[in-house]
Nanobody, 123 residues
Framework: VQLQACGGGLVQAGGLLRLSCAAS????????MGWFRQAPGKEREFVAA????????YYADSVKGRFTISRDNAALSVYLQMDNLKPEDTAVYYC?????????????????WGQGTLVTVSS
């Protein structure tokens, strides 16, 4: 499975961005799609996930109510709508895919990773 993420950029605090992730290859065995982020000097952390078939979603507490993850099965794409952005949201955002079932949102539960897209939120 190959993942291609895009949509990052520079935005002022309170602004919005929409990230996209296009999947290709053997996607039939993908059960969960997720977004992670890594800020400078910090470890990569979970942001949001969506089940590929049922559409169930799960969010990190830090983004709940501001970010929305969605999918388009026909387009093999996943999106992350980010509203009311804060400077602490500044990070490289990664799209990821997991063959395992729903429930484990740790880094090692995801098998495939995109290249990352930089989001910078200015204060």
């Amino acid at each position: 499975v190959q993942l291609q993420a895009c949509g990052g950029g520079l935005v002022q605090a309170g602004g919005l961005l929409r990230l996209s992730c296009a999947a290709s290859g053997d996607t039939f065995n993908v059960y969960v799609m997720g977004w992670f982020r890594q800020a400078p000097g910090k470890e990569r952390e979970f942001v949001a996930a969506i089940s590929w078939r049922g559409g169930t979603t799960y969010y990190a507490d830090s983004v709940k109510g501001r970010f929305t993850i969605s999918r388009d099965n026909a387009a093999l794409s996943v999106y992350l709508q980010m509203d009311n952005l804060k400077p602490e949201d500044t990070a490289v955002y990664y799209c990821a895919a997991a063959r395992r079932g729903w429930g484990d949102f740790s880094n090692w539960a995801f098998d495939y990773w995109g290249q990352g897209t930089l989001v910078t939120v200015s204060s």
